[in-house]
């Protein structure tokens, strides 16, 4: 499956601020999907990413919240802004390996884990 | 809309027994379906998937499930549970657009 990498690992942010996600894999991918894990929670989707077009948001995410960049068909960021202590989750992205020929199948990067202060 | 829904969000087992972590799920289709496990402070793993090439699917780590399509269910077994089984354990579905629809997890402890 693809290799994926995730920077920061952790972080801890002021409330007010802005901090900026990266998502890296080794290979080509069209589909990247940016979730939100909350304290004792299950896994939430923000948004799914493909490469030269707009992120699509489900209900509840905005873009002026959680801007996304999908500038090539390795790299992605989600940038949490102006956060609030309620900002506070695991940040994880996926991505479809199409190395496999499977393309319902979603491999996870490690997570970045942000606490809001 | 594709949901499930986790029946355990604990189960405790000792090592050597057999774990069972129960999923059912609702979908208007015939879906694909995963278990994925989250070691503490580590990402998801996919453990295993459905896609209706056959009922009894084998994942990673001796872990398998069945499908069930008259009781909708997609249940987690191992027959015999190691310490380093623990872990949360996601039931997932597949929904339009491919995007994964998470249950709300089990938390599997095994006691030496």
């Known amino acids: 499956s693809a290799v994926i990498s995730q920077k920061p690992s952790r972080d801890i942010c002021q409330r007010g601020t802005s901090l900026t996600i990266q998502c890296q894999v080794d290979?080509?991918?069209?589909?990247m999907f940016w979730y939100r894990q909350q304290p004792g929670q299950s896994l939430t989707l923000i948004a799914t990413?493909?490469?030269?077009?707009?992120?699509?948001?489900e209900s509840g995410f905005v873009i002026d919240k959680f801007p996304i960049s999908r500038p090539n068909l390795t790299f992605s960021t989600l940038t949490v802004s102006n956060m609030s202590p309620e900002d506070s989750s695991i940040y994880l992205c996926?991505?479809?390996?199409?190395?496999?020929?499977?393309?319902?199948?979603?491999?996870f990067g490690p997570g970045t884990r942000l606490t809001v202060l | 809309a594709q949901s499930v829904t986790q029946l355990d969000s604990h189960v405790s087992v000792s090592e050597g027994t057999p774990v069972l972590l129960r999923c059912n799920y609702s979908?208007?289709?015939?879906?694909?379906l995963f278990w994925y496990v989250q070691h503490p402070n580590k990402g998801l793993q996919l453990l295993l998937k459905?896609?209706?090439?056959?009922?009894l699917v084998k994942g990673i780590n001796g872990f398998e499930a069945e499908f069930k399509k008259s009781e909708t269910s997609f249940h987690l077994t191992k027959p015999s549970a190691h310490m380093s089984d623990a872990a949360e354990y996601f039931c997932?579905?597949?929904?339009?657009?491919?995007?994964?629809?998470f249950g709300a997890g089990t938390i599997l402890r095994v006691k030496s």
């Open positions: 996926s991505v479809e390996d199409p190395n496999r020929g499977i393309t319902d199948t979603q491999y």
């Open positions: 290979s080509q991918v069209t589909m």
């Open positions: 990413a493909n490469q030269g077009s707009e992120a699509t948001y």
């Open positions: 979908s208007s289709y015939s879906p694909s």
């Open positions: 459905y896609t209706s090439a056959a009922t």
């Open positions: 997932v579905v597949s929904s339009e657009g491919n995007k994964l629809v």
